[in-house]
């Protein structure tokens, strides 16, 4: 599903690193995120179309849509109840 | 599942259900000894620790022929499969002190697995800590954890799983009797978890040795039919070519040090070092070139301009224009236009303008293999 771009909407930008570490950055920053609000994390390690669905499982959260912008993958995010 | 009853009479509250903390590593031992709680009534979670040096799926899928590897983090795929949290901390840091000056010392190659484990149990045991102060400060008992498990064998690592190391990473590590490791604690004394009750030491198991067959009997028994099965570990210092890349690092800057982009490029591309003030890190492929492009804001480059061919990033300053085009000649080898008679490239410094050079490819006898670090 494609990710259309929004201004409103908070980017984590990590580009360039490597597993595990974007799943980490994510993490940490929806840890600071109230439930329900959403952010987009864009990446170019190709394991984020895995990892991050499979984080969000884990941690009751939610991808609501994946998209590759230019050579980037962009996964957008929605925090759930209970943040890690 | 364990589904003892227990009698509850009025006004007595029911027993809470015991948690414990499991390092995860995404192998198969670790699964196994979460499943072996599990069994048992156990509520687990996960944590895994981001050292650097982790080898994953991924790492090997930036290049292109290994793209169809599975590219997923081991660890999150396993507490998924367990069912359980997983808590991923980045302890790339701190974990330096660990591989710079290991009290233990290194085993067969940089991998400093002794310290490395009671690092990892003291920084579960810091958790388990936190966990009990929390629960103690909300007043809400059964959130903490009791006690920490991992899938340590005696015997199935020549470092740091001996019969020997096991009460000393317990002890060192501060975990002291609140470490259980379900898939050999019968070899070991019974544990605080094992003597309060908490756990039946009965239903734990006494494996030992090198041989994978007793946890794959297990995993079968388990009806787990996928599992990682990394060769040598999952962790890049137990990897003899990873280890001389590191050590040659030291030893040309002078210092024993690293930082998180040093260590990932050490995963990447061919490197040469054909003078000990620079080295060449050459990408093999279309997927290294891309990994690398990120990099050229942070390192000198060559790039190809006439011919297909690799991305190089210079780890360290030529001494003059006439080493660069030096340089640039042995890079020119590993090219398409390896057989021409001259090649063009770009030589750009970080953030910098480009300058065209021309250069004749080195032959490939001109180029030794001590060039080559940590091999071809």
Known sequence: ?84 | MNTEQVEIRPGETPPRRRRALALVSGGLDSMLAVKVMQAQGIEVEGVNFYTGFCVEGHTHAIRERDRKKPKRNNALWVAEQLGIKLHIIDISEEYKNVVLYPQYGYGAHMNPCLDCKIFMVNKATLMLRQAEDLAEQCAADGDGFDFIITGEVIGQRPKSQLKWTMPLIARESGAEDRLLRPLCAKNLPPTLPEREGWVDREQLHSITGRSRAPQMALAKAFGLEEYAQPAGGCCFLTDESYSKKLGDLWQARKRKDYDLDDILLLKIGRHLRPRPHFKLIISREAGETEFLQGYRYQFSSFEMVSHGGPLTLIDGEFESEEEALWAASIVARFSQGREAEEVTMTWQAPKGVGKLLKVKPMPADDIPKEWHVGGT
């Open chain 1, 1 to 84: 599903m494609s990710v259309a771009p929004d201004a409103s909407i908070p980017e984590l930008d990590v580009r360039r690193l490597l597993c595990p570490i974007p799943v980490i950055r994510t993490q940490d920053r929806v840890k600071t995120m109230v439930p329900g609000a959403l952010l987009d994390v864009l990446a170019t390690d190709p394991g984020v179309l895995n990892d991050l669905p499979a984080w969000c499982r884990i941690n009751g959260h939610r991808v609501v849509a994946t998209d590759r912008r230019d050579g980037t993958i962009v996964v957008r995010v929605e925090v759930g109840g209970a943040a890690s």
